[in-house]
């Protein structure tokens, strides 16, 4: 028998788009996600399980930043915030080819440097940021990305998420990294009421392994760009549907919810 060939009408639903089970909640609580009724182990068994179908759904999640050293992953993170990974893609070969390393960085002309950041928006406070992070990498570290969170979180523009990012790609220490996407879809699984990045990150932090934490992250990152949308989520072509409680947030009618979902190409403008 042979097959039709495809076209743009038919071309099959990512496997992130089809539920595991076409089984889902009967009906979505009227009250928040979290439920404080919900004992901690029981929470727990559930954050794990989904977690488990999240690397199932999932298979290619990985850090969207090019880099090739810490320093460069450090600094594109930097970059990389109020723009796309995309955007901070196309940026920085050109600041890397000019700026190879900190102390090339240390002693940048600042007007070249802003000309370079523009395209990612706030370039004027980008440029600040860098700029003074490379100059405390070689004055305080001798031109070296510091592997531990209590430095990396004293350079300019480095808070908490940056770090964990940094130490979880290019030193392959663990790391929750609490973006908009991971607060967002933790909250509507229930998993945590806070809103407070620092405060999610500890509450996640017991729930899924710390050995995790890294892959962990760009997964949930991978499925709110390309499922659990901001504005309307994919509930019926989502794989998590049977343990969200927010299940019913978006259609959940499988054929209008898989038209939502995103591809690889087109999520990384979020």
Known sequence: MSLATPTLDRVSPPAYARPSERRAPARRPAGPPFDPDETPLAR???ARRM????????PDAHCELDFTNAFELLVATVLSAQTTDKTVN???PALFARYPDPVALAGA???????????????????????GLAQALVERFDGEVPERMADLVTLPGVGRKTANVVLGNAFGVPGLTVDTHFG???????????EDPVKVEAEIAGLVPKRDW???SHRVIFHGRRV???KKAACGACGLARWCPSYGIGPTDPEAATKLVKTPAASDTE
């Open 228 to 230: 659990c949308h901001a």
């Open 109 to 131: 002309d600042r007007a070249e440097v802003e000309a370079i950041l523009k395209p990612t928006g706030f370039f004027r406070a980008k440029a600040t940021s860098v700029l």
């Open 90 to 92: 196309k940026v920085t």
């Open 51 to 58: 977690a488990r179908e999240l690397a199932v759904l999932h």
């Open 44 to 46: 727990t068994r559930r």
């Open 214 to 216: 890294t892959m962990f």
């Open 184 to 194: 967002r879809l933790v909250r509507r699984f229930g998993w945590t009421a806070e």
